[in-house]
């Protein structure tokens, strides 16, 4: 893995020296019983690899370790069965049951998005999702956060979730002017709305770009506090075998033209789906400087 000519290598969005990458290689090998949660925990706090809000960044670390194994250069150990480690059946219960049609105007309903806090509103939010949306409910991965679409009066209308964004997509990376390298350091501040549910009883003309267009402003805010860094770029896929996309547009989200056809997190080309179309919405005005490394970080 190192480089011959004593240069650092980038890789998942950290340079690395020779040393940083022994380091790597020998905690694996010296703890052979640690999870591979464990291992990126423990690498992360010998390297020093943080997040803006000083959290380890152990996803980008496990990533590192599987490239590292697809090279031949560590064996990692077993991935570990506990009961946490994979989706659960969500099976549905009475608090999710449909209830009576709402039909109103948007102005009478009124629109309000909130952060999902809590287990017990987490629980509800994921039930939710597992039971209305096509795509039903898979645990998010790394920086995340899930919304509750309320109207004035506190009656539950959907649910929103941002997650981390797609590793690499060539419209989106072109559009921006992405070098591997820039986008390998400044991908975390691209986020992904990797779910997007208005509850089939709602008709409510307007609610869903209404309600995209709420979220857009509150995710900044929540992300930067939660994460301690803002997004200056959103992307959503929609499949159109299924959807117009009619309220992203409506919500001035733009069209940037289609997917290859690969998963959202597909590195290594190994994972096909059909192509979808691809949505973008910048949270700031100079994101295209900042993705590139031209400007400071959005404040």
Not at 87 to 94: A, E, H, L, S
Not at 98 to 125: F, N
């Amino acid at each position: 893995m190192a480089d011959s000519s004593g240069k650092d290598i980038l890789l998942c969005g950290r340079d690395f020296t020779e040393q940083d990458l022994w380091v790597v290689k020998e905690t694996v090998r010296r703890f052979p019983r640690l999870s591979q949660t464990e291992l990126a925990h423990t690498i992360c706090e010998n390297l020093q690899w943080v997040a803006p809000n000083g959290n380890n960044k152990i996803e980008s670390c496990r990533q590192l370790l599987r490239k590292l194994e697809s090279q031949g250069a560590i064996k990692l150990p077993a991935k570990r069965n506990s009961g946490s480690s994979k989706d659960r059946r969500i099976v549905p219960t009475q608090q999710t049951d449909a209830p009576a049609e709402i039909t109103a105007d948007l102005s009478q309903v009124g629109v309000q998005v909130q952060p999902v806090s809590g287990a017990s509103q987490m629980r509800l939010w994921n039930e939710y999702v597992e039971r209305y949306h096509y795509l039903g409910y898979k645990r998010p991965f790394g920086a995340h956060q899930r919304y509750f679409i309320f109207s004035h009066n506190e009656q539950l209308l959907g649910c929103i979730l941002f997650a981390a964004s797609a590793w690499a997509l060539e419209v989106r990376d072109q559009w921006i002017g992405w070098t591997k390298t820039d986008r390998s350091k400044r991908l975390h501040l691209v986020v992904n709305n990797s779910r997007f549910l208005i509850f089939p009883w709602v008709k409510v003309k307007n609610l869903a770009s209404k309600a995209l267009s709420l979220a857009a402003r509150q995710v900044s805010v929540d992300w930067r506090e939660q994460y301690g860094f803002k997004p200056v770029l959103l992307e959503t896929f929609v499949d159109e075998e299924l959807y117009q996309g009619t309220c992203y547009q409506a919500a001035n989200w733009l069209s940037l033209g289609q997917t290859t056809g690969r998963g959202r997190m597909d590195r290594y080309h190994q994972h096909l789906s059909s192509p979808k179309r691809i949505y973008v919405y910048p949270l700031h005005r100079d994101f295209r400087a900042i993705l590139r490394g031209e400007s400071g970080d959005a404040k």
